[in-house]
């Protein structure tokens, strides 16, 4: 007979690593005052700053419909800082990031695109209120006709530390307990409205019943007061979410696949009345959310111009943009704009630079980096590390981490040494060297006008 030997594996951690997984925060204090490293953010502390008042005003409801341009050269730290934000807006507060390069697809329009965005940035905030029966159970009491084995009807009294009542059971009700497992002595409660039951753990005066009981069994106390409660239950959706749902030509199943397709604005204009509505009757509240577009002078005129409008409507979440671009054409036209926006757009905005880091900002992520991606890099190699950040380029040095610990596993070494940095730094040339291998390659390559001119 052959028996079959199963082998375990070791498991091994699989993680991804993001660019910006190491960013857990803005790293402020409670009087936002910037700490020089927290968080997993570094320096910076202006811009920091100005995005933590930004994140305090949109936490307190105060604002929307504004927008702000986080300006700088690459890898200063942009795309971190919005990051940081996301992760510092309240737990209801939508946040939604976007590249504008995403929204020029082939399925909807750009400004459809745009306007989903939109409304996926603006919570609604809607309270229900449900009745709740909570009680310790005194007794159960069925009454089983003789002609059938299935229970008919029974009595359920229930207690508070104040006062006891007895409820009629009708055959639903007495089947849910069953299922429950719910006893005399347990502390349960009741949805008035669905009958759903529940049961929340037993009686601290029934404790002593048994002499056993498993770990599993939570101990609560009876409940005081009255035995009907009113309950406030607060659910939050994207202004987005409702628009999917009540559009008839998607359903809600569009939801889960995200094919939401065009939605039409008859569908949009009854949801701002239906909402306004709620609003009124205090059923719910607008939380302004943030809507983040990257690489933002990749957006053409005509988004831009819709942009404008849209951040006018009372149902507007706070824009927070980004752009590496100095002086640049806008896209769609033949003019030239600062960062590729319009200058109407421009004007409306709140502009935060991001300044180039110091030697020791540029140490100190390296450093965090390497932490993030479990990478034991020796003092010399990362000191080697922060003059390539300095000399050409953060993001390149980051990538120098993951390279250079495959050569030290490689030498099956665990501590990443200042060989193995080297090594790294002349297997993968950074731009400026790439720059200047083109220029001296010139005529081997293809297309260059140098070249050609050579060939002539
Ligand atoms: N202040 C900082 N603290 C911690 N990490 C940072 C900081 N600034 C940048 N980084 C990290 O450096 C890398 C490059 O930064 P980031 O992507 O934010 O640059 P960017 O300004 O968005 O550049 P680009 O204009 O090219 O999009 C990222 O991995 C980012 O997480
Ligand atoms: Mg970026």
């Known amino acids: 007979m052959s028996s079959i030997v199963t082998k375990t594996k070791d498991l091994q951690r699989i993680e991804r690593i993001g660019a910006h997984s190491h960013v857990h925060g803005l790293g402020l204090s409670d009087s936002l005052e910037p700490k020089a490293s927290s968080q997993g953010m570094v320096g910076q502390l202006d811009a920091r700053k100005a995005a933590g008042v930004l994140v ?142 529940s049961k929340l753990g037993r009686s601290y005066s029934r404790s002593r019943d048994y002499d056993a009981t498993g770990s599993t069994v939570k101990f609560v106390a009876c409940p005081e007061g009255e035995l009907q409660k009113r309950k406030e239950i607060v659910n939050t959706v994207s202004l987005h979410d409702i628009d999917v749902v009540n559009s008839r030509s998607q359903g809600f199943l569009a939801l889960f696949s995200g094919d939401t397709g065009e939605i039409k604005q008859e569908v949009r204009d009854q949801i701002n009345l239906k909402v306004a509505e709620w609003k009124e009757e205090g059923k719910a509240d607008i939380v302004p959310g943030v809507l983040f577009i990257d690489e933002v002078h990749m957006l053409d005129i005509e988004c831009f111009s819709f942009l404008n409008r849209a951040l006018e409507d009372s149902l507007s979440p706070i824009l927070i943009m980004a752009s590496n671009r100095a002086v640049t054409k806008i896209r769609g036209t033949k003019y030239m704009s600062p960062h590729g926006i319009p200058m109407d757009l421009l004007d409306r905005t709140l502009i935060v630079k991001t300044q180039p880091y110091s030697e020791e900002e540029l140490g100190e992520i390296l450093r965090i980096r390497a932490e993030e991606e479990d990478v034991d890099l020796e003092p010399q190699a990362r000191e080697r590390l922060t003059n390539i950040a300095y000399d050409s380029s953060l993001r390149y040095a980051i990538q120098l981490i993951t390279v250079g610990n495959l050569i030290a596993l490689k030498r099956k070494q665990t501590k990443v040494a200042l060989a193995d940095i080297e090594k790294a730094y002349s297997l993968f040339f950074d731009e400026k060297r790439s720059v200047q291998y083109t220029t001296e390659h010139q005529s081997q390559l293809m297309f260059s006008e140098a070249a050609a001119s050579v060939n002539l």
């Open 56 to 197: 305090r005003m949109i936490n307190e409801g105060k604002i929307a419909g504004r927008a702000v341009l986080m300006a700088g050269a690459p890898g200063s730290g942009k795309t971190a800082i919005a990051t940081g934000i996301a992760q510092s807006l309240g737990p209801d507060v939508p946040f939604t990031s976007l590249s504008a390069s995403e929204i020029f697809s082939l399925e909807m329009s750009k400004t459809e695109a745009l306007m989903q965005a939109f409304r996926r940035s603006i919570g609604v905030r809607i309270k229900e209120e449900s009745v709740i029966i909570e009680g310790e159970v005194v007794e159960i009491q069925i009454d089983r006709s003789p002609t059938s084995a299935i229970a008919q009807t029974g009595k359920l009294t229930l207690k508070t530390t104040d006062m006891e009542t007895i409820y009629d059971l009708g055959q639903k009700m007495i089947e849910s307990l069953n299922t429950e497992k719910i006893v005399a002595g347990d502390i349960m409660s009741i949805d008035k409205a669905t009958g759903k039951i």
